[in-house]
């Protein structure tokens, strides 16, 4: 008889399409979700059992299109495939739910307050579901929900702790890709923000900076002092 394996009948990453064609609404649902990326892969560089998708399809039901939410990171997953990485976030490849999912709400209400948050909570499972709308005047621009028995409950906090993730989310003023404005920012257990890339290597540059100058100023200190002891007729090479 012949071992029978349904998924080796189901399409893979490589045959499903990986882009529904539809572009995001503004920049920011791409620059958002990337900070986050981007930060994770320097505060987890030594980690290699998580994922975090940018605008890329989640396939849940070979019947069915992909979701494609903003941003999601899965753990317990591998990073990197191979060095094609990956075209889209596969199931039943995976075999591992994202535990966060992310949208960023624009002008246009695509159904992240109703049905897609519907479908994330009772389709999915999802753990948290995000969403950041900053338009948003009377209400909270950012709210994070975590599943309880079936239903999203908003979850307080500013910034929000995740402890399955170990990290927190929220929002805060900064600067990133040279853009001043609110980003999204993951945070330490204690409530400090993480350092993005970006500032990293600011920070790095300002302390060779000031090493530097350092060294400068007293290079500057020891000529003067040589200066003044041959004024006095004492040479420095005799002191040494």
């Not at 029978?4 to 009948?9: A, E």
């Not at 019947?63 to 494609?68: D, E, M, N, T």
């Not at 041959?230 to 040494?240: A, H, K, M, W, Y």
């Amino acid at each position: 008889m012949l071992d029978y394996n349904p998924l080796h009948c189901l399409p893979s990453s490589e045959e499903l399409p990986n882009s529904d064609d539809t572009p995001v609404d503004n920049q920011l649902q791409h620059l958002i979700p990337a900070l986050l990326e981007s930060t994770l892969a320097m505060i987890w560089s030594e980690r290699w059992d998580w994922f975090f998708g940018v605008n890329m399809g989640i396939y849940y039901d070979p019947k069915q299109p992909a979701l494609v939410p903003d941003g999601f990171l899965s753990l317990g997953v591998k990073r990197f495939i191979d060095e094609y990485l990956r075209l889209s976030y596969v199931l039943w490849e995976e075999k591992e739910l994202p535990i966060l999912v992310l949208e960023v709400a624009s002008q246009i209400h695509r159904g992240e307050y109703s049905s897609k948050k519907e479908f994330y909570a009772k389709k999915l499972g999802i753990l948290y579901y995000a969403i950041y709308n900053p338009l948003r005047r009377k209400k909270p621009l950012l709210e994070v929900y975590r599943l309880v028995d079936g239903e999203y409950l908003l979850m307080s906090g500013s910034p929000v702790w995740l402890p399955e993730i170990g990290l927190g989310i929220g929002r805060e003023r900064g600067i990133y890709q040279g853009i001043a404005r609110e980003w999204l920012y993951w945070y330490d257990e204690q409530g400090q923000r993480l350092l993005t890339p970006e500032e990293r290597i600011q920070e790095a540059e300002e302390r060779v900076n000031f090493e530097a100058q350092q060294r400068l100023e007293a290079e500057q200190r020891a000529q003067i002092l040589e200066g003044r002891l041959r004024d006095l007729g004492v040479e420095p090479e005799s002191l040494t």
